[in-house]
């Protein structure tokens, strides 16, 4: 999922409530270090915030963590539904643009651009079966944003592919996961950019006409 960090000019900026604070201490600290190495004792620190703070607003360290999987996933919402490349009529340029953005957003740190719920889904979903759920629910929403854009392609330039636009969406996940996993085996964002540039390629390949029965 996509770098999310606050973009608001210091001029107008309202500092955060001490929830908001853990959630996104929890956004990064979970994302550097994974789910069982962060601590609660590191959550505090990050936030700059007490443990009496902490357990005012959270049950648990997963309590925290199933808030901090809606947060991000919120935000994730605004930035791709409030995107320029939403205003563009053809939907197979939209999905492209949206390869074309989600590779914009690769920079900077590797907690900055990776994403929380594909780190936590791969550690905890034999241990956590709450947090699987909820990784499993929020990545199927952004999977639904994708399958909409998608099908209309479909219906337009490969009305007779025997692919489903929920497939092809969840394929588009997988691609940005496993991108995301070789940045962090290399230590390099130049990983993660030229998986998503075979992945434009492709699907530049499966809405050309002579490919619409594949």
């Not at 996509?2 to 929890?26: G, K, M, N």
């Not at 989600?102 to 590797?110: D, F, H, N």
């Not at 990784?135 to 592919?161: N, S, T, W, Y």
């Amino acid at each position: 999922m996509p770098r999310l960090s606050a973009a608001a000019p210091a001029a107008l900026a309202v500092p955060p409530d001490s929830r908001t604070r853990f959630l996104d201490a929890a956004l990064h600290l979970i994302r550097a270090k994974g789910y069982e190495a962060t601590t609660i004792d590191d959550l505090c620190a990050a936030a700059g915030l007490t443990k009496g703070s902490f357990f005012h607003h959270f049950k648990s360290k997963e309590d925290l963590a199933l808030s901090a999987a809606q947060h991000f996933a919120d935000r994730a919402d605004g930035l791709f539904s409030n995107a320029s490349y939403r205003a563009l009529a053809d939907p197979l340029e939209r999905l492209l643009a949206y390869v074309d953005h989600r590779r914009a957003l690769i920079t900077g740190e590797l907690p900055e651009y990776t994403c929380l719920l594909g780190t936590m889904v791969q550690e905890t979903y034999d241990t956590h079966p709450a947090l699987r759920a909820a990784c499993e629910r929020h990545l199927g929403d952004h999977v639904d944003m994708l399958a909409q854009d998608i099908a209309d392609a479909k219906r337009r330039f490969a009305p007779r592919a025997r692919w489903s636009a929920d497939s092809l969406g969840v394929y588009i996940q997988a691609t940005l996961q496993g991108a995301f996993i070789f940045a962090k085996a290399r230590q390099d964002p130049r990983a993660a950019d030229d998986c998503l540039a075979h992945l434009r390629r492709y699907l530049v390949m499966l809405f050309e006409p002579s490919k619409s029965k594949e």
